[in-house]
């Protein structure tokens, strides 16, 4: 017998090894108390965490935090929050803001789809980014990719009008699945034109080690900025 109840959830990640390295154990430590937000917090009042009113840009799956350290350094005028399911990453990621002096960052170790719908404010967002999600390549597990229209109207309904959508992969099967579902929803415009991928931006300042190993195996980066119409 079926139940809808059952029937598994879209999540943000795969499950991974969550074992930390010694210094990344200090630093989450040290750091998390300050840094860190719990979906028992309920909606996020951005001033409030930040303590001040700046624009904020949410990243989705920030693996090590290596580019999402990068633009919070360049831009210290932007408020970031970054939501990552895999321990070492948020590890490594506070390390780099203790290493950096970085203040400007804040992060979920949850799902995004939960942080989503239940901490994040409607039209609250100036961005939301999502580099390198898992593509699952067989087409049995097409369904489980995160960028599906359910989805994508529930990252809409937190960016701001005029708010960006940032997406970037280095499959090119996935990369035509984006486009499609992007195109498909007329509240976004896309900024390389209809049915275009964008070059690479400078929001994307690093050439991280995941994008590194995809170049290497001769894959292509495929990228998609978008803005909210309304």
């Known amino acids: 017998m079926t ?5 598994r959830k879209i999540r943000s990640f795969v499950r991974r090894d969550s074992r930390m390295t010694e210094a990344q154990r ?14 028992d917090g309920g909606q996020l009042n951005l001033e409030q965490v930040f ?3 700046a624009p904020c840009i949410l990243e ?26 895999y321990l070492p990453g948020v590890g490594a990621l506070l390390l780099g803001m203790e290493r950096d002096s970085l203040t400007n ?16 404010p409607y039209d609250s967002l100036e961005g939301v980014q999502i ?3 898992d593509p ?8 489980r990719r995160l960028i599906q ?16 959508l940032h997406l970037a992969t280095d499959w090119e099967d996935y990369a035509m699945h984006m486009l499609r579902v992007l195109t498909e929803n007329h509240a976004f415009t896309n900024l390389a034109g209809p049915g275009q991928f964008a070059s690479r931006s400078a929001h994307r300042p690093l050439i991280t080690k995941f994008e590194q190993r995809g170049l290497r195996s001769g894959r292509e980066i495929w990228e998609l900025q978008l803005t909210r119409l309304s």
């Open 51 to 53: 303590g001040r009113k």
């Open 136 to 143: 699952w390549q067989k087409r049995k597990h097409h369904k």
């Open 60 to 85: 989705i799956g920030f693996g090590s935090g290596q580019s999402l350290l990068a633009m919070a350094k360049a831009h210290p005028e932007i408020d970031f929050i970054g939501v990552e399911t």
């Open 131 to 133: 580099f390198f999600p």
């Open 149 to 164: 229209p359910d989805f994508i109207n529930t990252v809409l309904k937190r960016l701001k009008k005029g708010g960006l």
């Open 3 to 7: 139940n809808s109840l059952f029937l």
């Open 26 to 39: 200090q630093a989450y430590q040290r750091g998390w108390p300050c840094f860190g937000l719990s979906l």
């Open 105 to 120: 960052i804040r992060i979920f170790n949850a799902d995004a789809v939960e942080v989503l719908e239940q901490s994040v």
